[in-house]
């Protein structure tokens, strides 16, 4: 076989499977229609991807008249892949199978300030989730990680606004490590994939996702694709200017929005409403906690979430605007203050088709979104002549 039919018959193979993944449980004749490939050809690389474990028989479905069809289901449980929020306060970690469904998670509350210590704990979650996976043919097959950084398309983090990493080669150190290929991205831009793969809003082409944690990043999915930028760097809409003779930002700016609207800000106002509390407080304990004098502080949060919003909102005219990280557990408290924003200072005509809401992946969206980059990753890989990693 030339490398030219072998290059045909691969991506058949792969199209075939990716059938099978997204239309299950479906029949070899179904595809065959659908792809316009002879049955001879689907059969052949069915039989391939069974022995392979990416798919397995299942019972006959209906007949259209003639014999009942043998129907075709994918494989999820072929192999898994690990997602890693990393956050300024905490590590999420989930293990999926290979079609996201979450089989295992852990999270641990810590400040990630401490670069050294967090790999140590990273490694200790990768380290029980790879135990885990042993279990199946192709074990964990890759692992993406989101931290709150800029990345650029190679992986490498160039900047942490909120910690005071240096120096850090986190993809070559874990790949190097476990041996296992790794990606790294912005935790925005994995929570906006995250949600365009399994959010309720996925069928938007054009999605604003909000990262609202300690900071703030913006994902963006336009035209149905992950918009990265020239470099990688997009999204950092954290930093955008709006109190121009504002507080001084981490960044070396003043006035950024996330010190405004964000977890940070509201931490921030509770110590001054507190003053006598001593110990930390948490944003799970605020909102639980929340009486009528903390809604003020609230509402100036929900205020210039709202700003920020109208300024994305007119730049990119998008179909969907979902708000995710750990403030989504505030939604009742930020919601009407923010709308009201958006509706007095928002242009008319970018508010019509225009749908406002808080993720309901909760804090998961990131891990997911980093799991689902693994997951193709690995397919590519294994569907490609290329023996590089493809990303």
């Not at 072998?6 to 193979?13: A, D, E, P, T, Y």
Request: proline share 3%; glycine share 8%; aromatic share 10%.
């Amino acid at each position: 076989m030339s490398g030219y039919q072998q290059s045909i018959k691969i991506n058949n193979k792969f199209i075939i499977l990716q059938t099978i993944r997204n239309h299950e449980p479906i029949s070899r004749a179904t595809i065959s229609q659908q792809l316009k490939l002879t049955k001879a050809t689907v059969s052949s690389l069915v039989e391939e991807l069974i022995s392979e474990d990416f798919c397995y028989q299942v019972g006959p479905g209906k007949s259209s008249g003639g014999r009942r069809p043998v129907m075709l289901q994918f494989n999820e449980k072929a192999g898994f892949s690990i997602g890693i929020d990393i956050g300024v306060n905490y590590i999420l970690g989930i293990l999926v199978d290979l079609k996201g469904n979450i089989v295992l998670e852990k999270t641990d509350k810590f400040n990630t300030n401490d670069y050294i210590k967090t790999m140590e704990k990273i490694e200790v979650l990768i380290d029980s989730f790879i135990s885990y996976s042993n279990q199946s043919r192709y074990g964990v097959t890759g692992i993406g990680i989101g931290v709150p950084a800029l990345v650029n398309l190679e992986g490498d983090i160039l900047y942490t606004p909120n910690l005071t990493w240096e120096n850090t080669d986190l993809k070559s150190y874990v790949e190097n490590k476990y041996d296992i290929p790794v990606i790294i991205e912005n935790e925005a831009n994995a929570g906006a994939y995250g949600e365009k793969c399994f959010g309720s809003q996925k069928q938007s082409e054009n999605l604003v996702y909000l990262s609202m944690g300690i900071g703030i990043g913006v994902g963006l999915i336009l035209d149905n694709k992950l918009f990265r930028g020239r470099n990688g760097l997009t999204g950092e809409m954290g930093h955008m200017i709006i109190e121009p003779n504002g507080e001084k930002c981490s960044c070396g700016s003043a006035g950024c929005w996330e010190l405004y609207a964000s977890e940070k800000a509201l931490l921030k106002r509770a110590a001054k409403i507190y003053p006598s509390k001593v110990e930390d407080f948490t944003v799970e304990e605020l909102v639980h906690d929340a009486g009528e004098e903390l809604q003020p502080a609230f509402d100036e949060i929900g205020y210039y979430l709202g700003l920020g919003l109208n300024n994305i909102i007119n730049t990119f005219n998008p179909e969907q605007i979902i708000i995710g990280n750990r403030m989504t557990i505030a939604e009742n408290y930020l919601i009407d203050s923010m709308m009201k924003v958006i509706r007095e200072k928002t242009l008319p005509h970018h508010q019509e088709d225009l749908n406002i809401s808080f993720s309901k992946l909760n804090q998961y969206s990131t891990a997911l979104g980093a799991a689902s980059f693994s997951i193709e990753n690995f397919l590519k890989i294994k569907f490609s002549n290329d023996i590089s990693f493809v990303y």
